[in-house]
Every structure is written in structure tokens, then in C-alpha cells.
């Protein structure tokens, strides 16, 4: 089945400095990868996705780019500000079935 | 709007007691819903969804099981708590599954003793 990796596992950057984190899966079907960022103490919530027919999507600071022939997409975020800290999931869409396997994601540290 | 409803909060049982979590959605109809758990420092780990009522797919052997008596209404059980089971639940919802947003719930804390 599909199986889905997450790196960095912590992360820790400057304010304005720029974070990336990066996603591979392995089911060469998979068409849809969204990115989910879960505050503390918070339900995860939708800030991205990207469908396997585009190879960038942005949105002001945020960024996923998808690269289909190696099966991985990252997540970029751009001057960086104290509330992006967060622990950031990535997932895949399970072809056939009504379902997301997600990353073991990233606890990202925004340093003032 | 939609709005995902999930309860109790937080919870502390001993090892072999019963569990029951509850989650039901509102706003919507025929939503598919999930069961994740998200275990200390760890990922989402999904443990059941439904399409339907009474369909319910299980993803991961444990003792817990789901049950979805009505359309929006989701639950999740277990006639005996073992101490792993301990963590976050999170209900969610999704009507364009699975390339559509998921909804989650607040979540429920599981503390197991």
C-alpha cells in the first residue's frame, strides 16, 4: 500500500528565513497531496494541496512543488513569522479508496 | 455551515474499562468520516473510516471498533482499554474523499492507567 515519508522529523529556522520540508510516497497512482498544519493543542487544519495534473501551486508565503517521476512534493514557506510554528503533515490520496496516509510530520520551531 | 462536534474532551480510564468516543457532524449529508490517532510526538494514524451507514472499514488490528448508527453520527469503542491506547483521537469528515479537505474535529484525549 501506499506509504508516505516525512523529513525533517523537527525543524528549527530564523524568523524570515525560509523552511522546507519534504514528502516522498510510493504509489505512483497517487493524485492528490494536501499539507495540513496542526498548531498546539489544535485540530489539524488545510493549508495546501496540490494535484498530481500541476507541478507548483502558491498561496502569499506558502508553496508545495510536486515532482511525479520521483515521487516526492515539499512544502516551502517563505519569511518565515513566529505563528508558523507548528507541526506540519503531509499526505497522499489512496487511488481507489476514500482515504489520506499522511507523513509522521514536522515540528517546525520559528525562532525570534 | 458544516460543523464536526466531537466528545468527551479528555478522558482517563483504567486499563479494561470500556471506551466510547463520539463524533457527529452537522451541515452536511452523507459525509465520509474517519477515526485518526495521533500518539505522542507521532503522525495521524487512521484507524477506521465509513462511506456510509453501517460501512465501516478498519485499517489498523487493535481492540477498538466503529460503529456509524446514523449518517452523522460516528463512534468509537472498546470493551477493554489496554494501556496503549492511550493518545489523541480525532474524528473528521470529508465530502469529496479523498481529494477533498478534511474536517476535524477538536479531538479527544485518551489517558489509559
Known amino acids: 500500500g501506499e506509504n508516505v515519508e516525512q523529513h525533517p522529523s523537527t525543524l528549527s529556522v530564523q524568523e524570515g528565513d525560509s523552511a522546507v520540508i519534504k514528502c516522498t510516497y510510493s504509489?505512483?497512482?497517487?493524485?492528490?497531496f494536501p499539507w495540513y498544519k496542526q498548531e498546539l493543542g489544535k485540530r489539524p487544519q488545510l493549508i495546501i494541496d496540490?494535484?498530481?495534473?500541476?507541478g507548483e501551486k502558491k498561496d502569499q508565503r506558502i508553496a508545495v512543488t510536486l515532482n511525479k517521476t520521483a515521487k516526492h512534493f515539499s512544502l516551502h514557506i517563505t519569511e518565515t513569522q513566529p505563528e508558523d510554528s507548528a507541526v506540519y503533515f503531509c499526505?497522499?490520496?489512496?487511488?481507489?479508496?476514500?482515504?489520506?496516509?499522511f507523513g509522521q510530520g514536522t515540528r517546525l520551531t520559528i525562532n525570534p | 455551515s458544516q460543523t464536526i462536534h466531537q466528545w468527551p474532551a479528555t478522558l482517563v480510564q483504567p486499563v479494561g474499562s470500556p471506551l466510547s468516543l463520539e463524533c457527529t457532524v452537522e451541515?452536511?449529508?452523507?459525509?465520509?468520516l474517519y477515526w485518526y490517532r495521533q500518539a505522542a510526538g507521532r503522525g495521524l494514524q487512521l484507524l477506521f473510516y465509513s462511506v456510509g451507514i453501517g460501512q465501516i472499514s478498519s485499517e489498523v488490528p487493535q481492540n477498538l471498533s466503529a460503529s456509524r448508527p446514523q449518517d452523522r453520527q460516528f463512534i468509537l469503542s472498546s470493551k477493554k482499554l489496554l494501556l496503549s491506547d492511550s493518545g489523541f483521537y480525532l474524528c473528521?469528515?470529508?465530502?469529496?474523499?479523498?481529494?477533498?479537505?478534511?474536517?476535524f474535529g477538536e479531538g479527544s484525549r485518551l489517558t489509559v492507567l
Open positions: 504509489d505512483s497512482a497517487s493524485n492528490y
Open positions: 451541515g452536511t449529508s452523507n459525509p465520509n
Open positions: 473528521a469528515w470529508s465530502v469529496l474523499a479523498p481529494t477533498g479537505e478534511l474536517f
Open positions: 499526505a497522499a490520496s489512496i487511488p481507489g479508496a476514500q482515504k489520506l496516509v
Open positions: 496540490i494535484r498530481s495534473n500541476v
